[in-house]
């Protein structure tokens, strides 16, 4: 079975363009899946509105087609919404079975933000943006809850985002313009940022990368959100 670092959400995975796309279209409302399709590039699939039905199997007729997958059958599993929620359901449909959160499901189950489905050897994530009654499934082998967040540590977070709030292509900001806009030291702000590269798994990444997949990541996952911005 995959680990979690294999989900198409794990913040190590993912370039700064691609968590820029899934902000876009966290930006837009609407819930979507995040996969990788068999070139490795990230996929989004929108759940529009209008939508309420959507197949997921390896022949190019389905809505999420996984054609490179020789593990997925060729209509392997379907999402359906139902009133504001969507659910998943395999119910026979697929040879090798679907797995939600690294359990096989039987029957329907109601998709939570951050649940993670693996049918054959793709995993597809579901997000809901600012969902305020929808909290992630724990899947196996996930990284711990993160601790809560102090008021200065979130006050950091948010000044290191604020330069997203105008521009996708935005560099986050730096120590200083952090210590100014606070009444921080430089070396508060510098100790409060290697608090939050561990909690939010980004201390193995190169220097260069740290600041801008931490501020990609607190957006991505809610715990800045635009308003805070």
Sequence with gaps: MSGADDSPLAAHAATPAELRERIEAERAGAPFLVLRGGD???RLFVL???VTRVTIGRSAGNDVSLEWDTEVSRLHAELECLGDEWT???DGLSRNGSFLNGQRISGRHRLRDGDVLRVGRTQIAYRVPESPDSSPTAAAGSRPA????????????????RPYKDAELATPATN??????LY???DAVKAHLRTLFGYFGVAHLAQNQKRSYLAMRALQDGVVSRRDL
Excluded: F, K
Excluded at 176 to 181: H, N, P, R, T, Y
């Design 40 to 42: 490795g590039d990230q």
């Design 48 to 50: 529009e509105p209008a």
């Design 88 to 90: 998943v359901a395999d």
């Design 146 to 161: 993160m601790p809560s967040l102090s008021e200065t540590q979130r006050s950091v977070l948010a000044a290191l985002c």
């Design 176 to 181: 200083q313009q952090i210590a100014d806009e």
């Design 184 to 186: 921080l030291s430089v």
